[in-house]
Protein backbone atom coordinates (compact mmCIF):
# COMPACT_ATOMS: atom_id res chain seq x y z
CA UNK A 1 0.00 0.00 0.00
CA UNK A 2 1.10 3.62 -0.92
CA UNK A 3 -0.89 5.28 1.97
CA UNK A 4 -0.17 5.29 6.14
CA UNK A 5 -2.62 5.98 8.60
CA UNK A 6 -2.09 9.81 9.42
CA UNK A 7 -3.05 11.54 12.47
CA UNK A 8 -5.96 14.04 11.20
CA UNK A 9 -7.56 10.41 10.22
CA UNK A 10 -7.12 8.78 13.86
CA UNK A 11 -8.67 12.30 15.64
CA UNK A 12 -11.45 12.31 12.95
CA UNK A 13 -12.37 8.74 13.79
CA UNK A 14 -11.86 9.07 17.44
CA UNK A 15 -13.91 12.03 17.60
CA UNK A 16 -16.49 10.26 15.82
CA UNK A 17 -16.57 7.86 18.11
CA UNK A 18 -17.07 10.20 20.75
CA UNK A 19 -13.70 8.78 22.63
CA UNK A 20 -11.53 11.14 24.59
CA UNK A 21 -7.77 10.74 23.86
CA UNK A 22 -7.57 8.59 26.92
CA UNK A 23 -10.29 6.35 26.83
CA UNK A 24 -8.97 5.55 23.29
CA UNK A 25 -5.38 4.90 24.90
CA UNK A 26 -6.53 2.31 27.40
CA UNK A 27 -8.75 0.43 24.45
CA UNK A 28 -5.21 0.03 22.94
CA UNK A 29 -2.58 0.11 25.78
CA UNK A 30 -0.66 3.03 24.83
CA UNK A 31 -0.99 6.21 26.93
CA UNK A 32 -2.88 9.33 26.39
CA UNK A 33 0.49 11.11 25.19
CA UNK A 34 1.36 8.51 22.63
CA UNK A 35 -2.32 9.00 21.28
CA UNK A 36 -1.56 13.26 21.39
CA UNK A 37 1.18 12.57 19.01
CA UNK A 38 -0.05 10.62 16.69
CA UNK A 39 -2.72 12.93 15.76
CA UNK A 40 -0.08 16.34 15.84
CA UNK A 41 1.57 14.24 13.59
CA UNK A 42 4.75 14.08 15.63
CA UNK A 43 4.74 10.07 15.28
CA UNK A 44 2.94 7.14 13.89
CA UNK A 45 1.78 4.01 15.35
CA UNK A 46 3.74 1.01 15.46
CA UNK A 47 2.61 -1.86 12.97
CA UNK A 48 1.81 -4.02 15.88
CA UNK A 49 -0.72 -1.28 16.66
CA UNK A 50 -2.74 -1.16 13.89
CA UNK A 51 -5.33 -4.06 13.95
CA UNK A 52 -5.94 -2.98 18.00
CA UNK A 53 -6.16 0.43 16.98
CA UNK A 54 -8.90 -0.06 13.91
CA UNK A 55 -10.60 -2.55 16.13
CA UNK A 56 -11.25 0.42 19.07
CA UNK A 57 -12.71 3.01 16.32
CA UNK A 58 -14.72 0.13 14.98
CA UNK A 59 -13.25 0.14 11.33
CA UNK A 60 -11.10 -1.87 9.14
CA UNK A 61 -7.20 -1.68 8.78
CA UNK A 62 -7.33 -0.94 5.32
CA UNK A 63 -9.87 1.65 5.98
CA UNK A 64 -7.92 3.15 8.65
CA UNK A 65 -4.86 3.54 6.38
CA UNK A 66 -7.00 4.94 3.44
CA UNK A 67 -8.19 7.30 5.96
CA UNK A 68 -12.08 6.41 5.57
CA UNK A 69 -15.14 4.82 6.41
CA UNK A 70 -16.79 2.73 3.98
CA UNK A 71 -20.57 2.17 4.84
CA UNK A 72 -22.49 0.20 2.86
CA UNK A 73 -26.02 2.22 2.55
CA UNK A 74 -27.43 -0.70 0.22
CA UNK A 75 -29.05 -2.39 3.18
CA UNK A 76 -32.12 -3.71 1.29
CA UNK A 77 -28.98 -5.86 -0.74
CA UNK A 78 -30.43 -4.90 -4.34
CA UNK A 79 -27.66 -6.70 -5.97
CA UNK A 80 -28.41 -3.59 -8.99
CA UNK A 81 -26.95 -1.57 -6.59
CA UNK A 82 -23.49 -3.47 -6.60
CA UNK A 83 -19.93 -3.02 -7.29
CA UNK A 84 -17.39 -4.51 -9.41
CA UNK A 85 -13.84 -4.49 -8.32
CA UNK A 86 -11.04 -6.44 -10.90
CA UNK A 87 -7.68 -6.42 -10.03
CA UNK A 88 -5.12 -5.22 -12.20
CA UNK A 89 -2.40 -7.99 -11.16
CA UNK A 90 -4.08 -11.21 -10.76
CA UNK A 91 -7.16 -10.50 -13.07
CA UNK A 92 -9.01 -11.52 -9.94
CA UNK A 93 -13.11 -10.14 -9.97
CA UNK A 94 -14.96 -8.92 -7.07
CA UNK A 95 -18.99 -8.15 -6.70
CA UNK A 96 -20.49 -6.60 -3.96
CA UNK A 97 -23.86 -6.04 -3.07
CA UNK A 98 -22.82 -2.15 -2.25
CA UNK A 99 -20.03 -0.56 -1.38
CA UNK A 100 -17.20 -1.55 0.34
CA UNK A 101 -12.86 -1.68 0.85
CA UNK A 102 -11.47 -4.20 -1.38
CA UNK A 103 -8.25 -5.44 -1.28
CA UNK A 104 -5.89 -7.69 -3.62
CA UNK A 105 -2.13 -8.13 -4.20
CA UNK A 106 -1.19 -5.60 -1.71
CA UNK A 107 -3.50 -2.55 -3.32
CA UNK A 108 -6.77 -1.10 -2.71
CA UNK A 109 -9.09 -1.61 -5.89
CA UNK A 110 -11.37 1.01 -6.93
CA UNK A 111 -15.16 0.28 -7.64
CA UNK A 112 -15.49 0.18 -11.36
CA UNK A 113 -18.45 2.37 -13.57
CA UNK A 114 -20.13 1.03 -16.38
CA UNK A 115 -20.20 2.30 -19.33
CA UNK A 116 -22.46 1.95 -22.49
CA UNK A 117 -21.04 -0.51 -24.98
CA UNK A 118 -19.29 0.80 -28.20
CA UNK A 119 -18.58 -0.68 -31.60
CA UNK A 120 -15.43 -2.25 -30.34
CA UNK A 121 -17.05 -4.11 -27.58
CA UNK A 122 -20.27 -5.20 -29.34
CA UNK A 123 -22.29 -7.82 -27.58
CA UNK A 124 -24.88 -10.25 -28.93
CA UNK A 125 -27.85 -12.07 -27.04
CA UNK A 126 -29.27 -14.55 -29.01
CA UNK A 127 -32.38 -17.08 -27.30
CA UNK A 128 -31.39 -21.07 -27.22
CA UNK A 129 -34.09 -22.81 -25.06
CA UNK A 130 -34.58 -21.96 -21.95
CA UNK A 131 -30.87 -19.92 -21.73
CA UNK A 132 -29.52 -17.05 -23.65
CA UNK A 133 -26.41 -17.64 -25.60
CA UNK A 134 -24.68 -14.22 -25.02
CA UNK A 135 -21.27 -13.49 -27.31
CA UNK A 136 -19.03 -10.74 -26.68
CA UNK A 137 -17.45 -9.43 -30.55
CA UNK A 138 -13.81 -9.32 -29.27
CA UNK A 139 -10.58 -9.89 -29.72
CA UNK A 140 -9.42 -12.75 -26.99
CA UNK A 141 -5.39 -12.19 -27.12
CA UNK A 142 -2.57 -12.81 -24.16
CA UNK A 143 -2.93 -9.38 -24.22
CA UNK A 144 -6.36 -7.97 -24.83
CA UNK A 145 -9.09 -9.86 -23.68
CA UNK A 146 -13.09 -9.79 -22.26
CA UNK A 147 -12.33 -11.68 -18.22
CA UNK A 148 -16.09 -11.94 -17.28
CA UNK A 149 -19.14 -11.29 -17.97
CA UNK A 150 -22.09 -11.29 -15.48
CA UNK A 151 -26.51 -10.52 -15.18
CA UNK A 152 -27.21 -9.27 -12.35
CA UNK A 153 -30.78 -8.76 -11.24
CA UNK A 154 -31.95 -7.17 -7.78
CA UNK A 155 -31.77 -10.50 -5.86
CA UNK A 156 -28.58 -12.80 -7.99
CA UNK A 157 -25.34 -12.38 -9.60
CA UNK A 158 -24.51 -14.91 -12.86
CA UNK A 159 -20.31 -14.36 -13.64
CA UNK A 160 -18.88 -16.20 -15.91
CA UNK A 161 -15.00 -16.00 -16.21
CA UNK A 162 -13.40 -16.07 -19.73
CA UNK A 163 -9.61 -16.54 -20.68
CA UNK A 164 -7.24 -15.53 -22.92
CA UNK A 165 -6.87 -16.78 -26.17
CA UNK A 166 -9.97 -18.63 -25.66
CA UNK A 167 -14.09 -17.71 -26.60
CA UNK A 168 -15.87 -14.52 -25.29
CA UNK A 169 -19.20 -16.20 -25.13
CA UNK A 170 -21.38 -18.49 -23.21
CA UNK A 171 -25.21 -19.41 -22.14
CA UNK A 172 -26.31 -17.10 -18.95
CA UNK A 173 -30.29 -17.78 -17.82
CA UNK A 174 -31.44 -14.08 -18.44
CA UNK A 175 -34.48 -14.05 -16.39
CA UNK A 176 -36.00 -10.57 -14.90
CA UNK A 177 -35.00 -7.42 -15.39
CA UNK A 178 -31.27 -6.76 -15.03
CA UNK A 179 -27.80 -5.07 -16.16
CA UNK A 180 -25.81 -7.83 -18.51
CA UNK A 181 -22.01 -6.67 -17.69
CA UNK A 182 -18.61 -7.58 -19.31
CA UNK A 183 -14.82 -6.48 -18.36
CA UNK A 184 -12.66 -5.53 -21.19
CA UNK A 185 -8.74 -6.02 -19.37
CA UNK A 186 -7.50 -2.82 -21.44
CA UNK A 187 -10.81 -0.64 -21.45
CA UNK A 188 -12.94 -1.64 -18.34
CA UNK A 189 -16.48 -2.44 -17.86
CA UNK A 190 -19.47 -2.27 -20.11
CA UNK A 191 -23.29 -2.83 -19.98
CA UNK A 192 -26.32 -3.64 -21.30
CA UNK A 193 -29.89 -3.30 -19.65
CA UNK A 194 -31.89 -6.49 -20.67
Known amino acids: ?68 HIKNQNISANMLRGKFYVCPICGNAIHSMGSAVVSCCGITLPPLEAEEADDDHAITVESVEDEHFITVHHPMTKQHFI ?22 ETRLQLRGLGQLYYYCNQHGLFKRKW
Request: no cysteine; glycine share 6%; aromatic share 6%.
Open 1 to 68: MNTYVTGTTIKQLRENRKLTQAELAERIGVSSKTISKWETAKGLPDISLLQPLAQALGISVIELMNGE
Open 147 to 168: SFVAFVTSDRVQMVKFYPEGNA
